[in-house]
């Protein structure tokens, strides 16, 4: 699988990313027995990881510089790491700099706060106490606004970003709003798409339908059951006439055995 030329999906790179910022970069064995990105990854070997890694290293470089010949178009965000994590291997330190380098060229300045707004409002809403993992985020998002294909890597680079600020925390493979941040900070609320109430043939005054035809849809359902009152009575009085039928059927069957009796003893049977 390894010497086979095939070009790279969005799932397969996300997938790598996530498995450098999880393992380190060097750590390919164990990227493809993680649970979380081997599906993603069947077709890829240990060297497949490497090259795509580096390529990915060059790139990322290359854009750098480009940009910088270019001007100053996005704004650079310094992120200084926390204390605890400067004694932290040389390799892991340049897996988060890819990672928020790739971040700041997949996000510019103006959607940052939008992506931030929507993850803040997942989170707030879904209210889990373990946190919500990447998945549960965007289909959230997902179900209330417009976004691109590539969302998913992109609200993935958005979170490792919160996380460094300290406004998210990440336990395992989840998210939660960081209890520091949530102390004396207004979540922002992103415009959602406009929904309309739909219009329910089971429910009763609904928006739009007027007084008259709730009271015309009323009377309709009154004199349908008065008709299914009416059909049930007569109903009971057909069973009660074939029940009387019966009755006299039997009474005249009773009489004719005991005429019968009578002329075979050789009786003589007279009828009034």
């Not at 890819?98 to 209210?127: C, H, Q, W």
């Not at 300290?166 to 004396?184: F, M, P, T």
């Not at 349908?224 to 059927?249: I, Q």
Request: charged fraction near 30%; aromatic fraction near 6%; glycine fraction near 6%.
């Amino acid at each position: 699988m390894g010497h086979q030329k095939q070009k790279w999906t969005a799932e397969e790179e996300e997938a790598l990313l996530n498995g450098v910022a999880k393992h380190g970069p060097g750590k390919w064995k164990n990227i493809l027995k993680d649970p979380d990105f081997a599906p993603f990854l069947t077709q890829r070997s240990n060297i497949d990881l490497k090259d795509k890694w580096r390529n990915l290293s060059v790139s990322n470089a290359a854009q750098g510089s480009k940009d910088k010949s270019r001007g100053p178009k996005v704004k650079t965000i310094a992120v200084t790491p926390p204390s605890n994590a400067q004694n932290s291997a040389p390799a892991d330190g340049s897996a988060d700099a890819l990672m928020d380098d790739l971040s700041n060229n997949a996000v510019d300045g103006k959607s940052a706060p939008r992506y931030n707004a929507m993850i803040f409002e997942a989170l707030s809403t879904i209210k889990d106490t373990n946190g919500c993992d990447t998945s549960a985020i965007v289909h959230f998002i997902e179900q209330r606004h417009e976004v691109p294909q590539n969302f998913r890597r992109l609200l993935s680079s958005r979170l490792r970003r919160l996380v460094s600020q300290g406004k998210l925390e990440k336990v395992q493979n989840y998210y939660r709003i960081s209890k520091d941040a949530s102390l004396g900070t207004k979540t922002p609320t992103p415009k959602q798409k406009e929904v309309r109430p739909r219009q329910s043939q089971n429910s009763g005054l609904v928006s739009g339908e007027t007084v008259e035809e709730a009271a015309i849809a009323a009377a309709y359902k009154v004199a349908e059951a008065e008709n299914k009152s009416f059909l049930a009575a007569e109903a009971v009085k057909e069973a009660e006439r074939v029940s009387k039928m019966a009755e006299d059927t039997d009474s005249m069957l009773q009489l004719v055995k005991e005429i019968y009796e009578q002329c075979s003893r050789g009786e003589v049977i007279l009828l009034a």
